[in-house]
């Protein structure tokens, strides 16, 4: 795989930075996820080929040997910045409650995540602190210890900002938001809405911190210096966004919202519903693909509006939507299975593995519980993914497998288990 032989300690976080460390271990790191001590429910859903370590972070041996792993490791990766949970809002008359209400939120998180209970109520930006600052651990200091370190820091605006928001609340759909993105998504008669959290946790920040490490690996191999991953979830959405910014010029967005070529105006890019309830998506822009749409509905063409007279698409739609209505969903895809009109059915996740496509390129994957989840992308020729299929560890399952190769004693191991720094969570039989 192409990353064997890359170390890399993820402290435990929520979406993005564990989505991150799940793409890192499917092509081969080695990835350590560190979790508080004294919980027995891991947050982590995308843990995927990684281990744990429960480390008590409240105790300095806990920050000790956190820092021992960093160091003797190739990549960290931060979920919790201190931008991410502090939001400082300084002109509006609400600033004290809000500011308390935020502080709430940051230190049950903390808690969480951590086990740090005490964090302090500041009103400067610049004295805040991320958890690994607060433990002496930030870039700065284990970039002195391991000039060859990549310290990833998975954030929500920028490491630099004041936020001056009247009482907006830190939310996915807010971050897609901040460069214009939400303003786009949705239907011409209803409100803009968030496509789930996946451009601004996954595609924006998780996806991003990703190529952000490995871009840092490959330079490392010039340089022989490690650096700082400033991964934004904001700027990484607005980056994913490029082609709406860049593509203004062509017309495709002179309309409002919903009603242009690729954002449900057109009726030709749309899904429709099926006599049986379920749904047929439609993707036919070029002409050749649409005459092959026209002729599969059954329409005669000289009887149709033309396709890009744009004041008739409402009406146009209203056609095809009373002609999908006419026929089940699998009735449909017989018709259009092997045309070119660009018409497929929507299935859902229940349905999706047992697709004849993809069950013939292996797309998704069954693990040892039996959870199925997509295979990994893109597929390398001769170093492809090879995600493990054992079932997500236990918290500290790992912490004294992972000890040890990093240098510790048994003894070691054993005075800190005692200590109450660790825990070693043990394996239980499902018998």
């Not at 001769?382 to 004693?409: K, M, N, Q």
Request: aromatic share 8%; glycine share 8%; proline share 5%.
């Amino acid at each position: 795989m192409a990353l064997v032989g890359v170390r890399v300690v993820e402290l435990a976080g929520l979406a993005p930075a564990p989505f991150c460390g799940m793409v890192l271990a499917d092509f081969g790191a080695k990835v350590i996820r560190v979790d508080r001590t004294r919980n027995t429910m891991a947050m982590d859903v995308q843990a995927r080929g990684k281990r744990s370590v429960a480390l008590n972070l409240k105790k300095p041996e806990g920050a000790a040997v956190l820092r021992s792993l960093c160091i003797q490791s190739d990549v960290v990766i931060e979920p919790f910045r201190k931008d991410h949970l502090e939001m400082l809002c300084t002109e509006n008359s609400g600033t004290l409650i809000h500011n308390v209400t935020i502080h709430s939120l940051k230190t049950s998180l903390y808690e969480m995540m951590y086990g740090i209970t005490h964090v302090p109520l500041s009103l400067h930006h610049s004295s805040l602190q991320s958890v690994m600052e607060k433990l002496g651990l930030g870039p700065e200091e284990l970039l002195k210890e391991n000039p060859r370190l990549i310290c990833t820091e998975v954030i929500v605006f920028s490491s630099v900002i004041y936020v001056t928001l009247g009482s907006e609340v830190l939310n996915k759909a807010g971050l897609i938001e901040w460069f214009s993105l939400l303003s786009m998504l949705g239907r011409s008669t209803e409100n803009p809405y968030a496509p789930i959290n996946l451009v601004a946790d996954f595609a924006g920040g998780g996806l991003t911190c990703a190529m952000g490490i490995i871009l840092a690996l490959y330079e490392r191999t010039r340089s022989g210096k490690g650096q700082v991953i400033d991964s934004s979830m904001v700027e990484g959405a607005a980056y994913v966004g490029s082609f709406v910014w860049k593509s203004q010029n062509l017309g495709l967005w002179n309309r409002s919202r919903g009603q242009n070529l690729l954002d449900s105006g057109a009726p030709f890019y749309e899904t429709y519903k099926t006599a049986d309830g379920k749904y047929m998506a439609v993707g036919a822009i070029e002409p050749q693909f649409y005459d092959e749409l026209i002729k599969g509905l059954g329409l005669d063409p000289s009887e149709l509006p033309l396709q890009m007279s744009f004041s008739d698409w409402p009406e146009l739609k209203r056609i095809f939507t009373k002609t999908f209505a006419t026929k089940t969903r699998a009735q449909w895809c017989q018709i259009f299975d092997g045309t070119d009109a660009c018409v497929t059915p929507v299935l859902s996740l229940d349905e999706v593995s047992s697709h004849p496509h993809n069950k013939e390129r292996g797309s998704f994957i069954k693990d040892g519980q039996g959870e199925v989840s997509p295979r990994p992308a893109p597929l390398l020729s001769r170093t492809p993914a090879s995600p493990s299929l054992s079932r997500d560890p236990f918290i500290g399952e790992h912490t004294r497998d992972v000890l040890a190769e990093y240098g510790y004693s048994t003894g070691q191991i054993d005075s800190l288990l005692s200590a109450g720094i660790i825990e070693c969570s043990k394996t239980k039989s499902r018998l």
